[in-house]
């Protein structure tokens, strides 16, 4: 079994909320779609993203690629990098 290193779990992240736009869409090619749901599976943090953008959208009625919360977008890579952090057993 293949253990995920933190910088490619933030990768995978990123990609993830990068695709997020078109899965809400139904834009994804199924092996593409699959992917976002196995992260969102794994990832409770970027399932907290994903019903943000629901709720851009249904305030907006459509999701402009100007409109993604940027900062939400670094805030939630800021709790991966704590989470690490801790997993780390730093003492400080
Ligand atoms: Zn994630």
């Given at each position: ?6 910088w ?11 695709l997020f736009?078109?899965?809400?869409e ?6 593409r779609?699959a ?7 794994a ?5 907290r993203?994903?019903?943000q953008m ?10 402009e690629p ?11 890579l800021e ?12 003492s400080?």
């Open positions: 079994m293949k253990v995920l290193k933190w490619s779990r933030e990768l995978a992240c990123r990609e993830a909320v990068a736009s078109d899965y809400i139904g834009a994804l090619p199924p092996r779609k992917a976002v749901e196995r992260h969102l599976q990832c409770a943090d970027c399932g993203y994903l019903d629901r709720a851009t959208i249904r305030v907006l009625g459509h999701l100007d409109d993604v919360p940027a900062p939400a977008m670094d805030e939630l709790v991966f990098r704590r989470f690490h952090a801790e997993e780390e057993g730093g400080g």
